[in-house]
């Protein structure tokens, strides 16, 4: 049977959630992609654009398409560096920090409901074990 497979399971549990957050995310503008993009560089001092890619684990090809989308929408902006020319940080707006701070409360609440069978012990309990396959421990 299929629902005995590891990678359809997963498949389709990550298409769900896709589904279900695009849709959330859709009167902001964003989808999990760009959620994501904003949270890195929100979530740490100015970043270069290779430094955001490989957070991500995106090459550098597609990540500067990525940025000029959300630099296009006024959501993050690339600076040069001071301390080197050829390197370009990025930042949000102030538009892209209130986008990411509302966007972020719909993911939040997304992903509780999309757990929400599982029970909280059991919801983290998931959460913690994909951790632990992420990182290959185990």
């Known amino acids: 049977m299929l629902t005995d497979r590891l990678g359809y399971l997963l498949k ?9 957050s695009a849709k959330a995310l859709e009167s902001y503008g964003v989808d999990g992609r760009d959620l ?3 949270s890195v560089i929100a979530a740490e001092d100015p970043l270069s654009q290779l430094e955001v890619a490989a957070l991500l684990g995106v090459d550098r090809t597609s ?3 990525l940025l000029d989308g959300l630099e296009h929408r006024g959501l993050v902006e690339r600076r040069r560096s ?10 949000l707006t102030a538009e892209g920090e209130a986008l990411l ?3 972020e409360r719909v993911r939040i609440e997304i992903e509780k409901a999309f757990l929400a069978p599982l029970g909280k012990a059991g919801a983290e309990r998931f ?3 994909l951790r632990i396959l992420l990182e290959g421990k185990g």
């Open 127 to 129: 959460r913690d074990d």
């Open 63 to 65: 990540i500067g398409d």
């Open 12 to 20: 389709h549990v990550q298409a769900r959630l896709t589904d279900q």
């Open 101 to 103: 701070e509302a966007a």
């Open 36 to 38: 994501a993009i904003l």
């Open 82 to 91: 001071p301390e080197d020319r050829r390197r370009n940080l990025v930042a």
